[in-house]
């Protein structure tokens, strides 16, 4: 069965670039959850989108955003990268209207130089 | 603020042991509790949890709900070496479906 899809796996981007990471959710999933998770740290809650509008936000730093496009996908910017930001960033996709639970990605590596 | 917190922290034991992981939690407008395992990767779903008393039991592990007291445990029998992972505990609440983990407890078996 298809799974939540990200892009990059692993992403290295020294301080103060940009860095957009990419999430393909399984199909006919509406909602898209982003989290960042430092090491030996739990998944923090970034920001969600349910159909394409953002539906609840985290500890989302100003430097990010994000969006959920018509296909569903979603891509979340990092800008003016600080060595702070390395972390795991996983999506995690569900389908709201039948309070399914939400099933994680793999997840992006970002580490900042 | 939603708080979800998890004991112990860290757990050792050998193979072939019964484990209880627990997950309490304090949040608004509750709707589920669920249980992740994570390796080196994704946590991966386990259980999720609406309703009181009611087991879910899926293999060698099983969870059950409190919602009156505001907790749940997570039981594996006779673990294996493959059980070791962090265990998540996360709660659904309030009107969005943001989920709020604990710290989460990193479980080792021993040979």
């Known amino acids: 069965a298809a799974g939540v899809i990200q892009s990059p796996r692993h992403l290295i981007k020294e301080k103060r670039e940009t860095a957009t990471l990419k999430c393909y959710p399984i199909p006919r999933h509406d909602t898209v959850y982003w989290y960042q998770q430092g090491p030996g740290q739990d998944p923090q809650f970034l920001i969600s989108f349910y159909e394409k509008m953002q539906s609840d936000k985290g500890s989302i730093p100003d430097r990010f955003s994000a969006q959920q496009f018509s296909d569903y996908h979603s891509e979340l910017n990092m800008s003016s990268l600080e060595l702070g930001d390395s972390a795991l960033y996983f999506c995690a996709s569900s389908l709201t209207d039948l309070n399914t639970e939400a099933f994680f990605g793999q997840g992006t590596r970002l580490t900042v130089v | 603020e939603d708080k979800v917190v998890q004991s112990p922290l860290s757990l050792v034991v050998h193979e072939g042991d019964t484990v209880t992981l627990n997950c309490s939690y304090e949040v608004t407008n509750f709707r589920s509790l669920l249980w992740y395992k994570q390796e080196k990767k994704a946590p991966t779903f386990l259980f999720m949890l609406?309703?009181?008393?009611i087991e879910k039991k899926s293999g060698r592990l099983s969870s059950i709900l409190d919602k009156k007291e505001l907790f749940s445990i997570l039981n594996i029998t006779a673990t294996q070496t493959g059980d070791s992972a962090v265990y998540l505990c996360?709660?659904?609440?309030?009107?969005?479906?943001?989920?709020?983990f604990g710290t989460g407890t990193r479980l080792t078996i021993i040979p």
């Open positions: 609406t309703s009181s008393g």
């Open positions: 996360a709660v659904e609440a309030g009107g969005n479906e943001k989920l709020t």
